[in-house]
């Protein structure tokens, strides 16, 4: 206490101050003691409060070159081409039960195809029985195994087996201006759905881009209040939600958030840490799409996150970077994360576009004519497959043995 005593008198000296300590002072010292080490327990609780509040900050190079072991390709499927199954751009693709289902964006057809690229089936459009006018998005409800079909113009939802029998269709009833982009069922007459809402279209105002809850026989909306950072429009999404036997994740475009849908409500469950690759979150605030978009493709910056899958350790995002986009694979367990861009800089995979995850832990794309062509020229190893730059799209699976 005496050297406490002199070094504040030696202080103050230097300060041209004078300080007269009284020994009633030390009764003060001691009573401080106990209050600020409970001040610092207190906030190091608060602390470790907050880094154990649920959210996984994962961090991930873009620049890391590295890969995994060796890619194994397992099945490579030309979709069958012919006048009535021609695909132009595909806006969702699953892989599921040896299917293969298409929704195509340029000509508002879906499409069913058999374990060998065979047609099964496709959407007419019409207004007569069995067919359906301008589907937009579709989705598996893998608890009866039946495909469910969306109708934006007239708000339909139909339901099909996996022949292409129609069973069912139901209407939504809610009078809320929805416009659908993506579904996903999530339990019975309950849907996941990201969607924008017009409240005043007929004013020149933003469009609302958000998830919502539709149940209640489709009649009741519970909107979260996500925002797409003050309503910007999202450039490009393909997959923004994952439902696995346990979880359900989706993620906001202009964002690095992984939610994770939990009951009735969300929260967040990861974060994504692109470092210097990130656009600051102030930009994302106060900045236009457009100008976020030309940011990303100038600046070589991660933009969005487009697209989330999840399949018992292995998470995988797909964000927009530069010009491109890049594909991570992250380990939940383990920590440690690749990129699928790198084995295609590599030659070990042709140039393609990921689109899921199957149950044993495989990842399922779509490569384009021209550039399975390309990657067939240096392996030779598909010269059987009769593939011309006419042809439609060719699915391949793929897995990285032991990939962590």
């Known amino acids: 206490m005496k050297d406490v005593l002199v ?4 202080v103050d000296r230097v300060n041209s101050k004078y300080w007269i300590f009284m020994k009633r002072n030390t009764f003060i010292w001691y009573m401080m003691i106990p209050i600020l080490m409970g001040a610092t327990s207190f906030s190091c609780k608060r602390n470790h409060q907050r880094q154990d509040d649920g959210i996984k900050v994962i961090k991930i190079d ?10 194994e390709i397992e099945k490579i499927i030309p979709l069958e081409t012919n006048k009535d199954c021609l695909v132009g751009y595909i806006k969702k693709l699953v892989f599921w039960n040896n299917k293969i289902l298409v929704i195509d964006e340029d000509s508002k057809t879906f499409f069913l195809f058999d374990e060998s690229g065979k047609l099964i089936f496709k959407t007419i459009e019409g207004k007569g029985p069995g067919e359906v006018l301008a589907p937009t998005i579709f989705n598996i409800d893998r608890r009866d195994t039946t495909i469910l079909v969306y109708q934006q113009m007239l708000r339909k939802f139909s339901r099909y087996d996996f022949t292409g ?14 416009i659908i982009k993506d579904f996903y069922p999530v339990g019975r007459d309950t849907f996941l759905i990201f969607h924008y809402n017009v409240s005043n279209p007929g004013k020149d105002e933003p469009r ?5 809850l539709l149940t209640g026989e489709l009649s009741y909306v519970k909107q979260f209040d996500i925002t797409l950072n003050k309503n ?50 102030e930009q994302r605030e106060i900045q236009s799409a457009r100008d976020l978009y030309r940011i990303m493709i100038e600046s070589k910056k991660i933009g969005c996150l487009v697209s989330v899958m999840i399949e018992k350790d292995l998470l995988v995002v797909d964000a927009d970077h530069g010009d491109g986009s890049q594909v991570f694979l992250h380990s939940l367990t383990k920590g440690r994360t690749i990129c699928i861009n ?3 800089q590599r030659g070990l995979l042709p140039k393609c576009r990921i689109w ?14 021209e550039d399975f062509i390309d990657f067939n020229r240096l392996h030779q190893g598909f010269s059987n497959l009769e593939i011309t730059i006419n042809s439609n799209p060719i699915l391949i699976s793929f897995q990285i043995n032991d990939i962590f």
């Open 208 to 212: 609302q881009i958000t998830w919502s």
């Open 62 to 71: 873009v620049k890391d070159k590295g890969i995994g072991n060796p890619i």
């Open 342 to 344: 790198n084995y295609i």
């Open 356 to 369: 899921g995850l199957t149950g044993n832990g495989s990842m399922y794309a779509i490569v384009e004519p």
């Open 165 to 178: 029998k129609i069973i069912d269709t139901k209407t939504i009833t809610n009078q809320n201006k929805l």
């Open 7 to 10: 070094w504040c008198y030696q």
């Open 232 to 281: 910007k429009e999202p450039y490009y999404v393909t997959q923004p939600a994952a439902v696995a036997s346990n979880q359900v994740l989706f993620v906001v475009p202009w964002s690095y958030n992984i939610y994770s849908l939990t009951g009735t409500d969300y929260r967040i469950k990861y974060v994504i840490d692109f470092g210097n690759a990130a656009i600051p979150s």
